[in-house]
C-alpha cells in the first residue's frame, strides 16, 4: 500500500504515518516526490486496511500497490528515478552510453579503448575485471588487478565506471572502485548478492537474466531496492531466442513495458543480444529508437584477439560511427 500526503503535509505528520505503520509490525519506506511525498508500505503479509490511514492529518490517499514489485512500480513512485553520478545523471531524458571491453585485459588495451569511447562521446567506460563465463575454462579477468587499472581509466580520461560483481567478495571490491556496479544476466537471481547491492551504497546495473520475464526481472530489482538502494538502472540485453542468426533475441518491447510499470531508467546493451559486430549497430539504432535511456557497447581496438567476446566487440570507428549516428535519432544530443 501506498500512503499519499498532501503536499503541504508537515513532517510530524508524515513521521506519525510511519510510526502507525511501524506499530503495525511493518516497515514504512518514504518516498519524496517532486509535489508530494508518498510513503509505501512493506513486509505487510496480507493486505493493509486503508481506514487505518485515511483518517490521519496530513493523508490524502491510501492505494493498494496491485503489483508484486512495489518499491520498483510506478505505482509507488510516478516520477522518473534519475540515477545521480559525479557529474552525470541518467534517466528522465537523459541519455547515456557505457563503451568499453568485454574484459579489462591490460592496462594498455584499456586505455587505449577507453580514449578512443571517449573521443567518440561515451560517458562511463565498462570492463569486466571478473567475468562471469560459460565455460571454466574461458577467462575469468583479472580480478583486483582488473579494477585497479579501471581506476586508472578514470583517472585518466575522466569517465566513470561500469563493471560486474560476481559474487559477495567481488561485490565488496568492486563497490570500491565502479561508479556503477553490474550484476550480470547469470546473476540476476541470486538473491544474497542483490540483497548486499542493496547496502554498497553505488548505483547497480541489473541486466535480465537470459530466461527472466519482465516480472521476474522487476522483482530482482526490488531486492535491491528494497534493502535501501534506490539508485536501479536496468539493462535489456537479450533473452534466448529461436534460430542461430544472433546469440540472443532482443527484447525491445521490454523497453516501453518497463517504463510503464516502473520508474527505473533502462538502458539496452545491443552487444550481448547480437553476438556478432553486424548485428549491434541496427540492434542500437533501435533500442534508441525505442526510447532507451542508454546504451552500453563492447568495443576492442583488436578484437581478433580479445579474450572475450571479440566477435560482438565494433571497432572503435565503428563505434564513433554509430555515435554520430544515433544524433539523428535523439537531435535533443546528450545529457
Ligand atoms: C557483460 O556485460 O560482459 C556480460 C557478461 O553480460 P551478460 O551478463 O548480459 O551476459
Ligand atoms: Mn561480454
Known amino acids: 500500500m501506498l500512503i499519499v ?7 510530524a505528520q508524515i513521521a506519525q504515518v510511519v510510526a502507525k505503520i511501524t506499530s503495525l509490525g511493518f516497515l514504512a519506506q518514504p518516498i519524496p516526490g517532486g509535489s508530494r511525498t ?3 508500505i512493506l513486509r505487510n503479509p496480507g493486505p493493509v486496511d486503508p481506514a487505518l490511514f485515511l483518517d490521519m492529518p496530513g493523508v490524502t490517499q491510501a492505494i493498494a500497490v496491485s503489483k508484486p514489485y512495489k518499491l520498483v512500480s510506478r505505482e ?19 541519455f547515456v552510453v557505457m563503451a568499453g571491453p568485454c574484459a579489462v585485459e591490460s592496462e594498455l588495451q584499456a586505455l587505449t579503448i577507453a580514449r578512443a569511447v571517449k573521443a567518440a562521446g561515451a560517458q562511463l567506460f565498462r570492463g569486466g575485471a571478473y567475468k562471469p ?13 582488473g579494477l585497479k587499472i579501471l581506476a586508472k581509466v578514470r583517472e585518466e580520461t575522466g569517465l566513470l565506471i561500469v563493471t560486474e560483481a560476481v559474487d559477495h567478495d567481488s561485490l565488496k571490491l568492486v563497490a570500491e572502485y565502479a561508479d556503477i556496479v553490474q550484476i550480470g544476466a547469470r546473476s540476476m537471481q541470486n538473491f544474497t548478492l542483490l ?7 553505488k548505483p547497480v546495473l541489473l541486466k535480465r537474466g537470459m530466461y527472466a520475464t519482465l516480472e521476474e526481472w522487476l522483482m530482482s530489482a526490488e531486492y535491491i531496492m528494497s534493502e535501501g538502494n534506490p539508485q536501479v538502472l536496468l539493462c535489456e540485453r537479450g533473452i534466448r531466442g529461436i534460430g542461430d542468426h544472433a546469440r540472443n533475441l532482443l527484447d525491445l518491447a521490454s523497453i516501453p513495458a518497463v517504463r510503464r510499470e516502473s ?34 557497447i563492447e568495443v576492442h581496438h583488436d578484437p581478433e584477439k580479445a579474450l572475450s567476446d571479440g566477435a560482438q566487440s565494433l571497432y572503435p570507428q565503428q563505434f564513433a560511427d554509430l555515435m ?12
Not at 540483497?195 to 551504497?201: E, F, M, N, S
Not at 531508467?265 to 559486430?277: K, L, M, N, Q, T
Not at 554520430?324 to 545529457?335: F, M, N, S, V
Open 38 to 40: 508518498a510513503i509505501g
Open 195 to 201: 540483497r548486499r547491492a542493496g547496502h554498497i551504497g
Open 133 to 145: 563465463r560459460t565455460s571454466p575454462y574461458s577467462y575469468q579477468g583479472m580480478g583486483k588487478n
Open 324 to 335: 554520430a549516428d544515433l544524433q539523428t535519432l535523439r537531435p535533443g544530443g546528450w545529457c
Open 263 to 296: 520508474h527505473l531508467p533502462i538502458v539496452v546493451d545491443p552487444s550481448h543480444a547480437a553476438g556478432r559486430r553486424d548485428l549491434v549497430v541496427p540492434l542500437a539504432r533501435a533500442a534508441v529508437a525505442a526510447g532507451a535511456d542508454g546504451l552500453l
Open 5 to 11: 500526503m498532501d503536499k503541504d503535509a508537515s513532517p
Open 76 to 94: 509507488m513512485k510516478r516520477e522518473d528515478t534519475i540515477i545521480r553520478l559525479p557529474g552525470l545523471e541518467i534517466g528522465k531524458g537523459r
